[in-house]
């Protein structure tokens, strides 16, 4: 005896309504990922521009230990740049040189970044003369 597949009145297949809702799940399941991968690559992108001024600001602080103590006092409030000059730069360093006591200079560095101008990293650090 053959059995009958298909009972009276059922189809195979997916009806409408279940189609929709596979469709809605899916959906919503890529968006999600998608919202997830947008926000990682926000972060990627933060972390890359921190990098770039640590190491911006290193390079400043390495060329400030090689000046003279009595030359920094002369570098209170200037700015420098990454680049030529503050139009083409991205990060920006302001320097703040005040005499703390006798014989001991607090050199304070701020590393901005120019188009948003967030503090990226702040460094204070004291010298005395030799």
Do not use: P, W
């Not at 279940?18 to 991968?37: K, Y």
């Not at 972390?47 to 390495?62: D, G, M, N, Q, Y």
């Not at 700015?79 to 139009?87: E, K, P």
């Amino acid at each position: 005896m053959a059995r009958e597949v298909h009972k009276r009145g059922r189809r195979a297949g997916l009806t409408l309504v279940e189609a929709a809702i596979a469709s809605t799940i899916i959906a919503t399941v890529l968006i999600a990922a998608a919202a997830g991968f947008g926000a990682s690559l926000k972060g990627v992108d933060r972390s890359k521009s921190i990098s770039r001024a640590t190491v911006f600001l290193e390079t400043v602080l390495e060329d400030l230990s090689a000046q003279d103590y009595d030359a920094l006092l002369a570098l209170n409030g200037n700015q420098f740049f990454d680049q030529t000059n503050a139009a083409v730069s991205k990060y920006g360093v302001t320097l703040t040189v005040f005499q703390a006591q006798l014989d001991l200079l607090q050199v304070r560095v701020v590393v901005r970044d120019l188009d948003t101008n967030d503090v990226i990293a702040s460094v204070t650090t004291q010298r005395c003369r030799r």
